[in-house]
């Protein structure tokens, strides 16, 4: 890799930007890592028209080319992984073991991405008239637009992007504001590869700024067909709102509220397991982790005494994000400590009691967004905690009774991104995952992304799918052919 870049990438060149300077802050200690001076509407606006450019390029690029062209994606970020790890850690205050998991995790949406290009075919159905053919023809979409968060600020740029050049599409990529010096890395990886295979330069680019001028320019432009944004559900409806007009497809992985359903079969000690990977992966900061503990009443008490030796280990593991043996680092901003605050407060205040954690974490010579890994039990539905969507290192627990009182307790949100279900019986595990509102389900695994699958949520947790060769048909659309044959 390159020294840091701090221009956008447009047209296949780096150039500087020309509006409001943005500063990019390492979380964990407040340093400046970066300044980038932002895009204005009329820089947005040449990637838009780049974008559209490139499209006829890619239309007519090989399959080969283009599974070849994703393929060295994948392994330009293997080779570079070191080096990404580093920056996504000290831009997102990510622990670097969860960085390397990233990095690889990226890399896969691109090799998933090829091997769904190869065997992807149009159809021939069977017609019922004797002179007729029918021809379903697969094509590219054309310009894409996406825009990704600070969570996963690689990884969300692969699910996105694989689908789209193996499909035969360009996009332009506006990553999150606290996190793009990630994303212009890897637009150094696509400038080398593509060079290398002869793919087109400005099939992608990358442009950072103000999220409602950037935005806007990208959605309004003409030649813009599709978008796909990983955000909050608020925001996700104001760009719905944006490309309603001329009917762009969107794709929209919105907010989440997971519940983690723990029924009284369940083997505990698995289930605490699950809950670890599910809730404290990047500090709670993640859109699918357990966000309601949902806990049968019998093994309540058990599940959490469990769940409380682990936290309490966990917890020794607070510190330097860029240490081996740091499991949590600091929170993304103040906004974000100050909402994990402001659930405990309020959940204390309506009756739940505080097990462990509750507080800040003082780590000497770093930033004060540290914040233990919590439990509350005694929860309710009324809770902030339980009705909002936490994302930050805290369990709020509550208790069921049936299996009926379990499932209308996990829909009652109006989210649906993902839910868990702990059980050992297996007639048990396929009701309630019929049953369950959402999207995604981990079926006694608290890990359940993978780039194979097809990724997304329903209700207020957003429209479409991505991953998997679902993620890959999102990016087509679909040419029907009658075709009539003389008679010999």
Known sequence: M??????????????????????????ATDAPLATIVGASAALATRAAEANAAATR???????LKRVELVRRLAAGIRSNGVQLAALLTSESGKPIVESRGEVEY???????????????????????????????????IGATVAITPWNFPLAMIARKLAPALAAGCSQVVKPAEETPLTALAFARIYEQVARETGAPMAAFSVVIGDPPTVAGALISHPSTRKLSFTGSTEVGRIL???????????ALELGGNAPFIVFADADLDRAVEQAMLS??????????????FLLAASIADEFLARLEARVRALATAIGDPTLESTRMGPLINDAALAKVEAHVADAIARGARLRVGGKR??????????????????????????????????????TFHSEAEAIVLANAVPYGLAGYVMTQDADRLLRVVESL??????????APSTAEAP??????????????????????????????????
């Not at 780096?14 to 500063?23: E, H, I, R």
């Not at 390029?57 to 399959?63: D, H, K, P, Y």
């Not at 719905?240 to 969107?250: D, E, N, V, W």
């Not at 329903?458 to 048909?473: I, M």
């Open 57 to 63: 390029e890619m239309r007519v690029l090989s399959t």
């Open 106 to 140: 990226a890399a896969s949406f691109f090799e998933n991405a090829a091997a769904a290009a190869e065997v992807a075919a149009g159809e021939l159905p069977a017609s019922r008239v004797a002179d007729r053919r029918v021809l379903v023809l697969r094509e590219p």
């Open 240 to 250: 719905a709102a944006q490309c309603a007009p001329r009917l762009i497809k969107t």
């Open 437 to 446: 509102d959402f999207g995604v389900i981990g079926a006694n695994d608290g």
């Open 279 to 292: 809730k404290f992966r990047f500090m709670g900061q993640t859109c699918i982790c357990a966000n309601r």
């Open 361 to 398: 974490r003082e780590v000497a010579g770093f930033s004060r967004r540290f914040y233990e890994p919590t439990i509350l039990s005694h929860t309710d539905p009324s809770m902030l905690c339980a009705c909002e969507e936490t994302f930050g290192p805290v369990v709020a627990a509550m």
């Open 2 to 27: 390159h020294e840091l870049e701090t221009r956008h990438y447009v047209a296949g060149e780096f150039v500087a930007g020309d509006a409001t300077p943005l500063v990019v802050v390492n979380p």
């Open 455 to 488: 990724f997304g949520g329903r209700k207020d947790s957003g429209l479409g799918k991505e991953g998997g060769t679902h993620g890959l048909d999102a990016y087509t659309d679909l040419k029907y052919v009658s075709l009539r044959v003389r008679p010999q």
